[in-house]
Structure formats: structure tokens, C-alpha cells
């Protein structure tokens, strides 16, 4: 077993780490940032690092999934916003590098590449609910050369700007896993509109919106495997598989921020004659902390590479999930609470921190749904 | 539809195929154990690996994806949680000639057919 990074992963993690410090995470708490701003976008689309995973062919940089998971630990520490953002575009693409034709890879993928790249969401979840697909209700009418879709998604990252999204619907309503497909639909598509924008407790910067469908037209070569009805669930299932991984890299990110700033603030902090660092109920907790990042990380690269290698990866990308949402949860409280009444004041780094971790036990099915998914493999 | 339920599908049609598991993991391309964790349900079975077994087993994509209940085998017949039921049912039909059974037969084939007519 080698655990080491290659010279090319070190480079790109050295550039990363670099660039996002230096231009993203000033805007991280900054008072007059809130919100999505293109600018923290474009630092990143300079150095092509938008839609990484993208292949050469297209525009991108063919990255593996391990080595985009090294790259998200790095936007999400400086910028868990910024980073959900990005994790949106990769959740995306994802059914189009799985299944989609030549013609679909052309016309999507280099949109989410280069300086000017824009970005793409994933819409599965509406008002009903997002755990329970036999309850999704948008629905699919084929007519002529493509498909009328009606309904509408809720809590969808990057809706509201996104240059295009991929949306799950089904043809039938009474088979919905077996008749379900992945619509590539267009931001300017006539009967497509924004309702609204979400305000969301954490990850601010992001923008989330509900979305809806009104007699859409998608012609079917924007349809993933048009013609084979229940292509869409198991495309769905394998996006959620692989884009789970990725929440744990951005828990690592953001549970590694919240260790590196209470470290330093133990070292500074003098409370009876000597750092507080120097308290082992302190020492202990930030002892406790670099462990439990430390499991999450590598819970995250076994199930990278073991996407990377084209194995089993469904559990161990489920459990690399859970075990980094609650990581961050839990490590990011335990910052705030060295920082004392520093970690509660708003605006502070460590207050975001703990915001934006809140939602990883929900985000890319709940933490509740991926132990049902754990269940179902043992 | 569960990857439990596509997993016993899978088996059906190996079987209807007259194809033992180390045939067909070789012929997918995986090894055996994971064909029967396939066909358990424990391991997921994505659109390439069903694409390629429905060539392989010439089911179409739909046969796997469907919620229909996989026919049942002779000796999960009785030993299920509707065995009652079933019991009940085969001895009425057992008294049935085969013109009746043909009505039957036909009424069971309109009720799906109103089943089904809901959805597009
Ligand atoms: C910030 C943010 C960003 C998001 N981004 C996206 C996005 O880009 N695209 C998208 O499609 N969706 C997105 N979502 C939606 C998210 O995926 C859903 O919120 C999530 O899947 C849960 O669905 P729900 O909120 O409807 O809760 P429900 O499904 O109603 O669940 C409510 C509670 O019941 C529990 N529960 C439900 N079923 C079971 C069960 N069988 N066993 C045990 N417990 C169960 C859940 O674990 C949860 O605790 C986002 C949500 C947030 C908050």
C-alpha cells in the first residue's frame, strides 16, 4: 500500500492551495462579500480549475478523482461556499462522463472549461421531498424528436446561474425508477423559470434556488440515453455514489480550517501564566480533532481511489460521507469552543465554519439515507 | 425497485439463459463473487454493467428496471408470506376447467390492464 502523492498532485495541491489562500479566502468573512460573486469563480476558471474532472478533450483537465479530492480539501478550507459551488458543476457532469454521446459531451462539457467557464447544477430534490424518489413528480411527455418536461426542483446549488442543468424526471408515473432519465436542460429554455432564491443558514456564498418546468422542450439528443427508459435511476444512483466521495472532501476541508485556526489560537492564548495549548483538556481536544480529520481524509481517498480503479466504491463513498460530515460537525464545535466567546461571534471564521459544516449530513442524500445504503451492502 | 429486486431479476435471467455465474461474471468481465453479489442485491449494478448483460442475456434495459414482482419459484410458492392466499387460490382454480381458466386468466390480464392505464 503506497500512501504517497505523486510530483504532479503535490504540484497542483501546492498552486491550489496558493491561489485559493490568496484570492478566495479573504472573501471567506468579509463583510462585504456575501453572497455569490463571479469574481471568486473566475480566479479559479483562469487555472482551468472549475470542472476539473472535465477530459483534455473537452477543455479539461482530466483529473482522476482522488487528485480532484486533493483540490477540493484545498477550495473548501479556504471557501466551503466556493467549494459546494464547484461540487455542483462535478455532481453535473457526472452522468454526462458516464453515459453521455459525443454530441452531448461537445456541446456541455466545454462550457464548464477555461477562463470563461460558467457552471451546471443538479436538480433532483423537490418540495415532497429528497430522500424519497417514488414521490417525485417531475414528469416527462415524449412528443416528436424529444420530451415536454413539467414540475419542478427545490434547494438546486447553482440553479439560478448555472449555464445548464441536468435534471432527473420520469416518463411514467406509476414506474417512475424504471422510466426516469437525465435531462440536459438550458438556462434560456423557453418554460424554464427561477421561483425563488434560497436563503440558507450556511454556505452563503452559494446561490440556491427552486426551479420549475413548464411544457420544456428537450430534444432528445439532450437527453441521456433517450431511449432506454430507467437509465436515468441507475445514472443517478452512480452520480450519487461517486459525488459522495467528494462531500468528504470538502468536510476535510472545512474540518482541517476549523483545526488550523483554533491550533493557533491555543498556541497564542495565554490563560493561567501559559498558553492554553499547554492545558491537556485543550491539547487533548486538539489532539482529537487532527484524528478524527485524519480518518475522514483517509476515509475519503480509499473510496476515491477506489472509484478511480473502477471497484466497489457505493459503500465506502457512503461511508466516507457520514463519517466526514459528522467530522466537520463535530470538529468545527470543538474549535469554536477553544476560541471561547471568539468562536460565537458573528463573522468570525470559525462561526462560518460551523455553519457551513451544519448541512453535510444533508446535502447529497442525508446521513440517515446513506446508513440505509451501508445496510443494504453488509 | 430495489437493487435487490434488479439482483433477482438478474438471476431469473442467468438462469433462463441456462448460464451458471462463473459464465456470465466471465462473460461481464468481473469475477464470480461479485456476480453473486450482484444478484444478492449487495453490490450495485450501474447502466454499463446493465447494458452489457442485457445484450448478453437479451433482456431489454426495462426488464431489469421494472417494479414487476419477479415470477415466483415453485418452492418460494408456499413458503412466503402469502402462502395462505396462494393455497386458497390454486385449489379454487384446481376445480376449474381449462375454459375457465382461459375467463380467468383474461380478467387477471384486465386488471393490470386498468393498473397500468393511469400512468403515460
Ligand atoms: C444547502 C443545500 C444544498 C442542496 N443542494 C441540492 C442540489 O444541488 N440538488 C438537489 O437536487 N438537491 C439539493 N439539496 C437537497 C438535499 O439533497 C435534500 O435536502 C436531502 O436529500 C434531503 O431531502 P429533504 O430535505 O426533502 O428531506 P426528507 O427527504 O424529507 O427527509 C427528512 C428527514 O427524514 C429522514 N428520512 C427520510 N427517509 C428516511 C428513511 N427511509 N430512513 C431514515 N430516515 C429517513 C432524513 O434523513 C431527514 O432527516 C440541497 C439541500 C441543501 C440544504
Redesign the interface.
Known sequence: MDFSLNTRQKELVEMVRELVNSEIKPYLVSSSASGFDWELIRQLAVHNLVCPTVPEEYGGRGLDRLTMALLMEEIAAAHPGVAAVIAATLHAVEPILLAGSNTQKEKFLPELTGKDAGLAAFALTEASGGSDLSIMRTCAVRKGQGFYLNGSKDYVINAPIASWIAVIGATSMEQKKASMRVFLLEQNSKGFSIVRQRETSGLDYAPIGEISFENVFIEEDNVIKGQKAGSGYLLLTQTFDRGRAMVGAISVGIARAALETALEFAENRVQFGTSIKNHQAVAFSLADMATRVEMARLMTYKACWLIDQGGDYCKASAMAKVVGSEIAQQVTCAAADILGARGYEKGSLIEQLVRDARVLSTIEGTNNIQRAVIASQL | ????QIGRKLQLAREEKGMSQEQLARALGCSQS?LS?YEK????????H??KLSEILDKP??Y????NRPPVEKEHLLGGDRSDQFLHLINIIYQLSDEQIREVLSYIEYIKWK??R???
Not at chain 2, 41 to 48: A, T
Request: charged share 35%; no cysteine.
Open positions: 425497485m430495489s437493487f435487490k461479485a453479489n442485491g449487495k453490490r450495485r449494478l450501474y447502466l454499463s446493465l447494458e434495459l426495462e431489469f428496471m421494472e417494479n393498473e397500468k393511469g400512468g403515460q
